[in-house]
């Protein structure tokens, strides 16, 4: 499966984050150990994703609605009604943001956090981009906006892992090791208070004061909290639900139980009731289970479960938007001499079928002749591309093939 064109830029996007090597970071940290960046060691700050200026345009003059923005106070979420209301004349729709509720909270210590920031700000949704495309998992972006000496959420870990990016003002981040490690979705913090608030009253792993530019990394499980100081802070939040063993064993487990080998129902007359009774027929069912996951037909499962997870993975990604305007406007006048690209994050597979070469997508399938393939694997291959240049093709049946795949989402213009 491929993954679509890589950048430059997109081999930059996790080194922004981390102070290591990649090479050393995917072997010592991801999945294992916090990692604290400061800004010295990164060699930049995070100001061209988000800024204060950036929030206080989303909050007054975006038209945000929920669940893209929540509020809390001492750990606990406000009620949708302390920060929205209807918009007035033709934007009657109650839950968008109302910037007067908001000031007045966030004026009493209230946190604001926007959400779903890779939907949201332009800047965010080109960098997650890229960082998804090098992490190979999916990711989400939420700012938090704190008030002046605010304590956040109490003491708790996560279910993903996160990056935490500074971008304004100063927070003190307290660490500490897990109680649980590497919790899966349904293990949350709050199954364990009482660990964690035992753990939290112990030493710490780190306690920072994170300042612009600086930047942490914690794993899946890690007990952190954090407290603003001084006047207002905005850090990012980059969270990571990682794809782990056990949900491509639970795949692989979800087509062995439609085996010949478990189809079986259990004898007539049993005593679902009688625990000794139960556990000699789950002791057959876990060989049954086994003996299918060591038998030739583990092999078609297998591959069934590798094309279930990219599934999921390209669902669960979106690439660069598309500008419509534009894009009709370049296809009333397509010649050429116009220069396209590969639309960056767009999973595809460039298949041969014979007469015709095809363009696998999330959702459909393009199909062109033959005779497109070189064309259409150098515009796959990414970079940027005169329309009358591709390969295999003269310059008429190129703007045909372009205009076609322009039309289908999959070329941007290069602009």
């Not at 800004?39 to 204060?52: E, K, R, V, W």
Request: charged share 25%; net charge negative; with cysteine.
């Amino acid at each position: 499966m491929s993954r679509g064109p890589e950048t430059t830029e997109t081999a930059r996007a996790l080194e922004r984050c981390i102070a290591v090597p990649v090479a050393r970071f995917a072997d010592e940290y991801w999945g294992r150990h916090a990692l604290l960046s400061s800004a010295a060691d990164l060699g930049s700050t995070f100001d061209d994703l988000f800024s204060t200026e950036a929030a206080d345009e989303l909050l007054s003059v975006r038209g945000l609605r929920t669940p893209f923005i929540r509020m809390a106070k001492d750990g606990t979420v406000l009620p949708q009604s302390a920060f929205t209301a209807p918009g007035g004349y033709g934007a009657e729709v109650g839950d968008q943001v109302s910037s007067e509720k908001v000031l007045a909270e966030f004026a009493a210590g209230s946190t604001i956090v926007l959400q779903g920031l890779h939907r949201t700000w332009p800047p965010i949704q080109e960098f997650t981009r890229r960082l998804v495309a090098e992490l190979g998992h999916p990711a989400q972006v939420n700012a938090y906006i704190t008030p002046a000496s605010s304590r956040g959420f109490d003491p708790h870990y996560d279910v993903h892992d996160v990056f935490v990016l500074q971008i304004a003002g100063a927070k003190r981040w307290v660490i500490h090791e897990p109680v649980h490690e590497l919790p899966f979705a349904d293990e949350p913090w709050s199954d364990r208070r009482d660990e964690v608030a035992a753990r939290a009253a112990g030493a710490p792993a780190i306690d920072t004061v994170l300042r612009p530019g600086d930047a942490l990394y914690l794993p899946r499980g890690w007990l952190h909290s954090a407290t603003a100081l001084g006047g207002t802070t905005i850090h990012l939040t980059i969270g990571i639900p990682a794809v782990t063993r056990a949900d491509l064993a639970r795949d692989l487990i979800t087509r062995a139980l439609r085996s010949d080998r478990l189809r079986a129902s259990l004898p007539l007359g049993v005593d679902l009731g009688d625990p000794d009774q139960i556990a000699t027929d789950v002791r057959a069912a876990a060989e049954d289970l086994i003996g299918f996951l060591e038998s030739a037909s583990v092999g078609s499962a297998v591959d069934e479960v590798a094309h279930t997870v990219g599934s999921r993975f390209r669902r669960s990604t979106r690439p660069e938007p598309v500008r419509p305007l534009q894009t009709v406007d370049l296809l009333g006048t397509l010649s050429a001499g116009d220069r396209v690209r590969w639309r960056e994050g767009l999973h595809a597979d460039v298949r041969d079928e014979g007469e015709r070469v095809a363009v696998v997508l999330p959702t459909t399938t393009i199909r062109l002749p033959a005779s497109c393939g070189h064309a259409v694997r150098a515009l796959h291959a990414g970079g940027t591309h005169t329309v009358g240049s591709l390969p295999g093709l003269d310059e008429d049946d190129a703007v045909v093939v372009v205009r076609r795949l322009l039309r289908e989402g999959v070329l941007v213009p290069a602009s």
